[in-house]
């Protein structure tokens, strides 16, 4: 089970960062963020491998940063320098396959988002 938290609505420019608690320790998990406006389908923001080796949206490179805890129970969203267009449902999603690539079909596991609005 995944649970996200710490979205909320912020001004342009403002910062807000978003966790991921796993009831379970993923270990070689593969983990990553997804977030989807409605209407549209869901888009990959950042993942994260066990490694640390971590990918990114062009649209936030610079911007945005994806960890994780050392024990393998947490991820963090750290995003800064918001913009209206981040404004979205952040989906916090886990798969099998211990690497950074893959939409999300190749995610098994998601958790029920949490909502980020910048106005």
């Known amino acids: 089970q995944l649970v996200e938290s710490g979205g909320g609505s912020v001004q342009a420019g403002e910062s807000l960062t978003l966790s991921c608690a796993a009831s379970y320790t993923y270990g070689s998990y593969g983990m990553a963020w997804f977030r989807q406006v409605s209407g549209k389908g869901r888009e990959g923001v950042a993942a994260i491998d066990s490694d640390g080796s971590a990918d990114y949206v062009e649209s936030v490179k610079g911007r945005f940063t994806i960890s994780q805890d050392n024990a393998k129970t947490a991820v963090y969203l750290q995003m800064s320098s918001l913009k209206a267009e981040d404004t979205a449902m952040y989906y916090c999603?886990?798969?099998?396959?211990?690497?950074?690539?893959?939409?999300?079909?190749?995610?098994?596991?998601w958790g029920q988002g949490t909502q980020v609005t910048v106005s």
């Open positions: 999603a886990a798969k099998k396959r211990n690497d950074c690539s893959g939409g999300p079909d190749d995610y098994n596991y």
